[in-house]
């Protein structure tokens, strides 16, 4: 446990693509408390399970800069990611066409 009470600067998942900076004020084997420093709003310190760690850092620095890091590198896939989107949505077209189509020629049989 020594070795996470020297990383207390952990990434957190916010949403796809993007995670807070978080101070784990104290943890135990199955649960951390701390905050969120960089919120406009701080409240009060949050419990959460070990498991939604991402990754812990030595200083908000390092955080932050892993941080900016990792979002670069999602942003790379940003292109791919409409491309597959556009492809899906060409793929749901066709088959809600082929779905009409197969309902309005057994109407017609």
Not at 60 to 89: F, M, N, Q, T
């Amino acid at each position: 446990m020594s070795n996470q009470i020297e990383r207390p600067w952990a990434l957190m998942r916010h949403h796809a693509g993007w995670a807070d900076v978080f101070l784990i004020e104290n943890e135990t084997a199955d649960s951390i408390t701390g905050v969120y420093p960089d919120r406009e709003t701080a409240g009060p310190p949050v419990n959460y399970s070990v498991r939604a760690v991402l990754a812990r850092f030595e200083t908000l620095e390092a955080a932050r800069s892993a941080r900016e890091g990792a979002v670069l590198e999602w942003r790379k896939h940003d292109a791919g990611v409409r491309e597959a989107d556009d492809k899906l949505r060409m793929a749901e077209k066709a088959r809600e066409d082929a779905w009409l189509n197969c309902l309005r020629d057994a109407a017609g049989a």
